[in-house]
């Protein structure tokens, strides 16, 4: 098992332990639903009030994780207007970065109301829908994250085009949703 796996294993003890609602987006979900791809860190969305956020710092370095000293004071990182926070572990002398988005919009905590139980070649975990996964990586909008959403596509075919509807408009991510459909329905 791969440093990646064993962190999302670990993390999502961690989190289900303390009761908190969970997520994994980024390149495991992708690897999940689209062409598997190798990726080097974890991100996650989140249901946790900021007052709980000592409490996850707390369990992640019981754990032997990394907490920046930005985060432990009550900083949050706005990313795609997106709060988010970040932790760090090292197994066998290579960094995890783990990106935890915490679920304080709309979208994000109807990403967590859709999430799935998925076996992965890393394990079982929540994941958040293809769907959804597409949506984050519109949002992110890096070329990596438009080849992700372009091999979801090509892997699992058609996605329910009514819900990516519902939030292209409001995310901002009407003309790239467009742009990829269209290549889609070009090559089927």
Not at 35 to 54: E, V
């Amino acid at each position: 098992m791969n440093d990646v796996a064993l962190t999302l294993r670990d993390l999502a003890d961690v989190m289900e332990g303390l009761g908190l609602t969970y997520a994994v987006i980024g390149g495991i979900a992708v690897r999940a639903y689209g062409i598997p791809r190798p990726t080097f860190d974890l991100d996650f969305t989140l249901a946790i009030p900021r007052d709980r956020l000592p409490e996850l710092f707390g369990a992640v370095e019981k754990r032997g994780y990394s907490v920046p000293d930005s985060y432990q004071t009550g900083w949050v990182d706005p990313v795609a207007k997106m709060p988010l926070v970040k932790v760090r572990c090292y197994l066998q002398g290579q960094g995890v970065d783990v990106d935890m988005f915490l679920a304080e919009t709309p979208f994000q905590q109807e990403v967590l109301k859709r999430r799935q139980l998925v076996e992965t070649p890393d394990g079982n975990a929540w994941l958040a829908t293809p769907e959804d996964v597409v949506l984050l990586k519109l949002l992110a909008n890096r070329p990596r994250d438009i080849l992700d959403v372009n091999d979801i596509l090509f892997t699992l075919g058609e996605l329910d085009r009514d819900y990516l509807r519902t939030w292209d408009e409001r995310l901002g991510v009407r003309s790239g949703l467009d742009d990829v459909l269209r290549q889609y329905d070009e090559t089927i």
